[in-house]
Structures are given as structure tokens and as C-alpha cells.
């Protein structure tokens, strides 16, 4: 219930605008986001490569309705990805892109070649893309886009959500040689009919579709802070002989670090996914409904005086 009334909070420009006036706001989102800039978020990444962490960034913005605010999103991330180069910053740095940031709702065409500059751009700086799911009606067309990008880029990375049911059969698709996949539970409200409801059937098919990447051929990217399945996880890679060069475990951006330096601590590749850029509302709402006891933090910053 919790969740589903952050979710319909995430759509309400009413509530968008209470949130961003309220005093202390920015301190919450500073948590959560990088910060609205390119270089707040070379500031971050830097921080965080230094800690030993790898990292992925994302340019928020989804809302894309006109070719120019797609063309004015790719521009930023060849900006991006050429800033990370110039700063030693690959490749231990990657990009996460949304296909709808470029385009994909209204010129799927247009979107494509968008994110294959990107790509371009991101093989010559020495790394990566991994691209980054949304809700289930578009993606059949995402993993088409996927499909003809690992011809040219073929590290490209795929993002598989673990609540809706079709997953585990993507996940059998998608567990190749040379695959990146980063699975995760998703954030999006979905209906019955493709998506599991409770918290208890989500993480049932997460552990079906770990055990199914971790025993294929490709290099699963394990998207979670549920204690359980990071657990799982270790546990996975002991029994499917998987050492920590052949996967790796990936959480947001000011959640759980102290778990993220054991990890990484113990060995394990840890990319952080770090958002930036002046859209976080939508972003910031679904991370709040991904993890409902983020609430308590966010409720006593807004009504902080300290």
C-alpha cells in the first residue's frame, strides 16, 4: 500500500511542487543525487573510484517529449563520457542511459541513433552503456534497441526487472557469453497481469532469475540492498564457481555505503549508480518506494531545523 502511494505521489505535480519548495529539500536530494551539474558528477565519481567502487551515472530526464531535449540528452552524456576520459576515470566508469530520455516514446528511430552515438562515444572513451529498463511497454522495443547495439558495442549492458513475470524467460535469453545484465526488482507500478504484487513473489523470481544469470555464460550485475539477496548472491558465485571478476553486485547512490565498502572490502566489484542533473523528483519518488524506510530519513529532513 505504502508503496503504491509513493508511486501515484511520483505522478503529481502538486506534491512535485511541496516537495521542491519545502525547506531542507536540497539536503535530502543531495543524499540521493549527485547533483544537477557535469561536474558534480565527476566530483562524485572521483570520490567514489577512489574509495575503490566502480560506477555508473545517469543523466536524469525522462520526460522527453521534443527532439530537442533528446538531441540536448545526448549531447550531455558525450559530454559526459569525453570529461570521464579526459579525467582517468575509465573504466572504472560507465553510463546508464533511458531509451525514453532520447526520444523513445515519440521517434524510436531517432532514439536509436541517439544512444549509438552515445555508445560510439563511450567505446572510444574505454568504456561502457548499459541500457537502463523501464515500465514493461517498452520493453520489447528497449531489448530490440539492445539487440542491434551489441552488433556494434557488443558490452552494451541490459537492465531486467524481476517483478514482472516475463523475466525469467528474458533472463535465459539474455544469459550469453559476453552478456552484461544488471537485474534488479524494479520501480515502476505495474499491473497484475505482468508483474508480481507482493514484496514476498518479487523476491522469489529475483532468486529464479539470479540463479539463472549466475549460471549462464554472461556477467550478471546483481542490483540490490536487500541483505537476503546479497546474501544469495555470495552464496551463488561460491556454488556456480564464479569468482569476483565474473559479476558484480551494483547499488544507488547514497544507499547502503557502508555495505558497498564491505563488499567491496571482501573483494567484490561494487558500481555505484549515480544520478545527476535537475530532474530527480520522479527519480527520488521511485528510490523512496524501492525502499519505503527511506521515508524516515526524508520525513525528519523536511522537518529539520538543524
Known sequence: ML??????ASRSSQVERLVATAPYTRDVVRRFVAGASTDDALRATRGLVDDGL????DHLGEDTVRPEQATATRDEYLKLLKMLSGAGLTPAAEVSVKLSALGQMFDEQLAYDN??????????AGTTVTLDMEDHTITDSTLEVLAKLRKDFPSTG??????????????????????RVRLCKGAYREPESVAYQSAREV?????????????????????????????????????FDRGPERFEFQMLYGIRPEEQARLAGEGYT????????????GYLMRRLAERPANLVFFGRALVSKK
Do not use: F
Not at 159 to 176: F, G
Not at 222 to 229: C, E, I, K, Q, S
Open 3 to 8: 508503496r503504491s502511494v509513493i508511486l501515484a
Open 54 to 57: 566502480a560506477v555508473t551515472l
Open 115 to 124: 544512444v549509438r552515438a552515445i555508445c560510439a562515444a563511450a567505446d572510444a
Open 158 to 179: 541490459a537492465v531486467l526487472q524481476a517483478y514482472l513475470r516475463r523475466t525469467e524467460s528474458d533472463c535465459r535469453e539474455l544469459s550469453s557469453a559476453g552478456s
Open 203 to 239: 523476491d522469489k523470481s529475483y532468486v529464479r532469475c539470479l540463479n539463472i544469470l549466475m549460471s549462464g555464460d554472461g556477467y550478471p550485475m546483481l542490483a540490490t540492498h536487500d541483505p537476503r539477496m546479497i546474501a544469495i548472491g555470495e552464496d551463488r558465485a561460491r556454488w
Open 270 to 281: 561494487v558500481r555505484t549508480y549515480v544520478p545527476y542533473g535537475d530532474q530527480w523528483y
